[in-house]
């Protein structure tokens, strides 16, 4: 009997190691594939070459409410993909009391990730359709100097 149950254990155990990871969170996921996006553009803007010596100061998003995602949420995984960056930006996120003249290296970067159009419902899933607007600004000046937009929807199952 003994024999037995050392067995079911050792089975049981080799079992949960052989089983496949957790999925990650699918909103974490739907998060950081908007971000890598977003990131892939402003790497590629002109006046930031090289990136690797810029300073980017991240201001707080503005995230739609309809989209029910959190702005910290959505800071986190912009920031992630911007520190993943191959010779990317340092990044720092932006404060009121930072504003004023910045050196040539410094950049405030904007965005607001806004909701394109009331929730779609298809026969499998819902979809929220999306905007995200970024924009690259001076310290001390409000005029963006750079601006794009990436669009899409979020699957709602996953938010």
């Known amino acids: 009997m003994l024999r037995h149950i ?3 254990v050792l089975f049981a155990l080799l079992t949960g190691c052989a089983s496949q990871p957790p999925e990650p969170d699918p909103i974490r996921r739907a998060l950081q594939n908007l971000s890598d996006r977003a990131v892939a553009r402003v790497m590629e803007v002109d006046a930031l070459q090289p990136t690797a010596d810029q300073v980017l100061l991240l201001v707080a998003p503005k995230v739609d409410e309809s989209l029910e995602i959190e702005s910290d949420r959505f800071l986190e995984s912009l920031t992630r ?3 993943g960056a191959s010779d990317g930006p340092q990044v720092i996120d932006w404060r009121p ?3 004023g003249v910045g050196g040539d290296h410094q950049w405030r970067l904007k965005s607001h990730l806004e909701a394109t159009a009331p929730r779609l419902r298809l ?9 995200l607007v970024l924009s690259l600004h001076r310290p ?3 005029d963006a100097l750079w601006q794009t ?7 709602a199952t996953a938010l």
């Open 6 to 8: 050392a067995l079911l």
């Open 81 to 83: 993909a911007l520190l």
């Open 97 to 99: 009391a930072m504003s």
């Open 123 to 131: 026969t499998d899933r819902d979809l929220l359709p999306y905007r």
């Open 140 to 142: 001390d000046d409000d």
């Open 149 to 155: 937009e990436v669009e899409g929807a979020f699957d």
